[in-house]
Nanobody
Framework: QVQLVESMGGLVQAGGSLRLSCKAS????????AGWFRQAPGKERRFVAA????????YYADSVKGRFTVSRDNAKNTVYLQMNNLKPDDTAVYYC???????????????????WGQGTQVTVSS
């Protein structure tokens, strides 16, 4: 597995943007698919976005399509989540994830990813 450390989240106004980054260590990052989950207060943790080993394929939850972009830089062992046009409903703790297995067809599940970051808080004010 890899160890994952997310950047600080933050407080932004609705309509604003924020970029999260997540740095991996401990193994060859290009051997891992990566992605993001989030957990809003009082709700279950949910899939946000995922990216294949080389970055050639990306996957998004319907709720963030067209607003969020996942990318990676394997030379820097880092995966990013660019969040634009943020909404109060995007308020959550965001978790970076990684796993050597291919991303499943359909909505990825928590159990598909063996490595998890500690989580970072993103708060969107209205």
């Amino acid at each position: 597995q890899v160890q994952l450390v997310e950047s600080m989240g933050g407080l932004v106004q609705a309509g604003g943007s924020l970029r999260l980054s997540c740095k991996a260590s401990g193994n060859t990052f290009s051997n891992y698919v990566a992605g993001w989950f989030r957990q809003a207060p009082g709700k279950e943790r949910r899939f946000v976005a995922a990216i294949s080993w080389t970055g050639g394929r990306t996957y998004y939850a319907d709720s963030v399509k067209g607003r969020f972009t996942v990318s990676r830089d394997n030379a820097k062992n880092t995966v990013y989540l660019q969040m634009n046009n943020l909404k109060p409903d995007d308020t959550a703790v965001y978790y970076c994830v990684a796993d050597p297995r291919a991303i499943r067809v359909g909505v990825p599940r928590e159990t598909d990813f063996g490595s998890w970051g500690q989580g970072t808080q993103v708060t969107v004010s209205s």
